[in-house]
Nanobody, 124 residues
């Protein structure tokens, strides 16, 4: 059974930091590109960041570039999202996703496994 389990979401003040984790089981991790998406209340899901299979190539949305850092530990089958200088507009439920492809992609339809999400709330 494939499982992607996010953790690390919390309430944090603007300017603060959080680190999200996504633990993967039941599927090949080291050959799969991974990504974070988020969905704010009343809004569409949006791409946040993606990392290729061997942690050598990352892609970020313009809204988080320079503040967020995506990385992975293939030995632990876990992906991370370090979020610094959080802003109120970062408030959302964050989802991790896995694709059978090794290269990064921003298209949600390319991801075949999803977690249930972890909530991040940024207060002023």
């Amino acid at each position: 059974q494939v499982q992607l389990v996010e953790s690390g979401g919390a309430l944090v003040q603007a300017g603060g930091s959080l680190r999200l984790s996504c633990a993967v089981s039941g599927r090949s991790f080291s050959t799969s590109a991974m990504a974070w998406f988020r969905q704010a209340p009343g809004k569409e899901r949006e791409f946040v960041a993606a990392i290729n299979f061997d942690d050598s190539i990352a892609d970020y949305s313009d809204s988080v570039k320079g503040r967020f850092f995506i990385f992975r530990d293939n030995a632990k089958s876990t992906m991370y999202l370090q979020m610094d200088n959080l802003q109120q507009e970062d408030t959302a439920t964050y989802f991790c996703a896995a694709t059978r492809y090794g290269a990064t992609t921003r298209y949600g339809g390319h991801y075949d496994s999803w977690g249930k999400g972890t909530r991040v709330t940024v207060s002023s």
